[in-house]
């Protein structure tokens, strides 16, 4: 079992940045590749960020060139930090790992952005 805690979220204005934090814990070895989904109110969740194992990433295309993900392998804790904020980044953030045998979820952060 893998546990996620997401941390960090908040209000910022549009053109600001943030950082967004999901620390894991529990049969961590057995991660694949963590990252982040978002979910706007009466949207469908969707992908954003993840970095593999192998350390190589991959981004959603509204997001590229604004957002990095990297992580901390001592603190077993990946980070989504955020630039240029717009209106139509607000959402919950989860942190979202894949396993060898099943999928994990944090409870996720709320990320708002006033314009």
């Known amino acids: 079992q893998v546990q996620l805690v997401e941390s960090g979220g908040g209000l910022v204005q549009a053109g600001g940045s943030l950082r967004v934090s999901c620390a894991a814990s529990g049969s961590t070895f057995s991660i694949n590749a963590i990252g982040w989904y978002r979910q706007a109110p009466e949207k469908q969740r969707e992908f954003v960020a993840l970095i593999s194992r192998g350390g190589s990433t991959r981004y959603a295309e509204s997001v590229k060139g604004r957002f990095t993900i990297s992580r901390d392998n001592a603190k077993n804790t990946v980070y989504l930090q955020m630039y240029n904020l717009k209106p139509e980044d607000t959402a919950v953030y989860y942190c979202?790992?894949?396993?060898?045998?099943?999928?994990?979820w944090g409870q996720g952060t709320q990320v708002t952005v006033s314009s």
């Open positions: 979202h790992a894949v396993g060898r045998l099943e999928n994990y």
